[in-house]
């Protein structure tokens, strides 16, 4: 029978063995006691399988609150778990309870981190994954072989739709290939979803039939399930390419649902995340998460970036990157979605890191707050990338291109 396969980051004053097995039998057919109906037969079929453990360090403080034991240390470790896909078949809320549910609350840990999962090869007939992913997405706003450049609407909430369509025609203008709407920005009093897809749509509309280049806008339409349904609709009627979600304030049966539609591309965006990972014992990391999203379907997703100007270290961003590029049971490879305080200056240590292009290199004030306007700011993203492809520094950009060199003076630290 298929198993799926969980690796865990743990810290225990317990034996490990010990500890793994309380976690094995909470997540699958025991509790805190025997009960009588646990038959030696039902556990062989059900029950969770502690299939490997392998110590790291020891040490004496507790990472977060747990059972201490008077003169023990604090053992870390790695373990690994499975479950028979008989647990729960293809039933993702379930999976998810099963991988990160109440092993999170059990006592005998003083740490708990989900590093990883996979699933066995038969979640293919039953999840799409990303329906369009890298290629769609790239061929969706005709660009090739550099990363997607994308800006995001600020100030976040508060400009009128005509306001903002007027920055976005300025942005087009520029040559961006995508922009979005802030996660804060759903239906304001003063723009309201409809009015602001209605006058936006107008402008790419335009322009597309003009160049032949129909930029990407991500409108934000996390809300209630059918109000999403109703906003998804709406883009769709406008002609528009791709809907935003806060996936994880959406939550992961709704997003599926939007995904499973499969007429627009969706942008992930993980507001939240720190919640999730920011503790190095605690939570989830990403190479799990982003396997989770995958399985719903979503096509892009955020990984933050190079220098952010979140806590999140450049390793972490790499790993990030990295983990959306390799194969998956299912669909095509998300877009990772580089973005938080990126200005350009990142883009060379971006790709010498990752070597890659399949990006959408996102900039927010990095553009918007050039200092030569909005359509020096999309220059000098663009002139940053060809920089860094061609493999020059920052210092040998800047002598090269002026937009990128006033970029340089305003946001390098
Ligand atoms: O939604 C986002 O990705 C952030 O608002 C990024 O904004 P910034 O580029 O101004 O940091
Ligand atoms: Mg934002």
């Known amino acids: 029978m298929e198993r799926i396969f969980a690796e865990y980051y743990i810290e225990t004053p317990y034996e490990v063995e010990q500890a793994a097995a309380v976690l094995a039998g909470e997540q699958s057919s025991g509790t805190f006691v025997s009960v009588p109906g646990e038959t030696a037969e039902l556990k062989e ?55 990160q549910g109440n092993l999170y609350e059990i006592s005998q840990f003083t740490g708990l981190k989900l590093m990883d999962f996979d699933v066995p090869d038969s979640f293919k007939n039953h999840y799409r994954g990303p329906q369009f992913g890298i290629k769609g997405s790239k061929a969706s706003c005709g660009v090739t072989d550099r990363p997607m450049i994308g800006t995001i609407i600020k100030p976040s909430v508060g400009m009128s739709p005509e306001e903002t369509a007027a920055l976005v025609k300025t942005l087009i203008d520029a040559g961006i290939d995508f922009i979005k709407d802030d996660e804060l920005m759903g239906s304001t009093a003063n723009s309201l979803f409809d009015n602001r897809v209605n006058v936006i749509m107008k402008v790419i509309n335009e322009h597309a039939q003009k160049t032949g280049k129909k930029v990407m806008y991500a409108f934000n339409i996390s809300d209630e399930i059918d109000q999403m349904q109703r906003k998804y609709d709406l883009i769709k009627k406008h002609e528009g390419t791709c809907a935003m979600i806060s996936i994880n304030s959406v939550g992961l049966s709704a997003t599926k649902k939007i995904c499973d539609q499969g007429d627009l591309v969706i942008h992930g965006h993980r507001n939240g995340w720190g919640m999730l990972n920011r503790h190095p014992l605690l939570g989830i990391e990403f190479p799990a998460y982003q396997k989770i999203w995958r399985l719903a379907g979503v096509d892009q997703m955020h990984v933050n970036g190079i220098q952010n100007k979140f806590w999140e270290s450049d390793d972490s961003v790499v790993k990030s990157i990295q983990s959306c590029l390799k194969p998956f049971v299912c669909g095509n490879n998300p877009l990772p979605v580089v973005s938080s305080g990126q200005w350009g200056g990142q883009a060379p240590e971006t790709y010498r890191r990752t070597q890659t292009t399949d990006l959408l290199y996102m900039a927010g004030g990095g553009i918007l707050a050039h200092p030569m306007g909005a359509t020096s700011g999309v220059n000098a993203l663009q002139q940053a990338w060809k920089a860094a492809v061609d493999g020059l520094s920052v210092e040998e950009a800047a002598l090269q291109y002026p937009e990128f060199a006033a970029s340089v003076k305003k946001f390098a630290k």
């Not at 990472?63 to 293809?90: D, L, M, T």
């Open 45 to 99: 079929r059900f029950a969770a399988r502690v299939e490997n453990i392998e110590k790291l360090d020891i040490v004496d403080e507790p990472s977060i609150p747990g059972n201490s034991i008077p003169g023990k240390k604090y053992q870390r470790a790695r373990v690994q778990v499975s479950w028979s896909i008989e647990n729960f078949g293809y039933n993702l809320p379930v999976l998810i309870s099963t991988l």
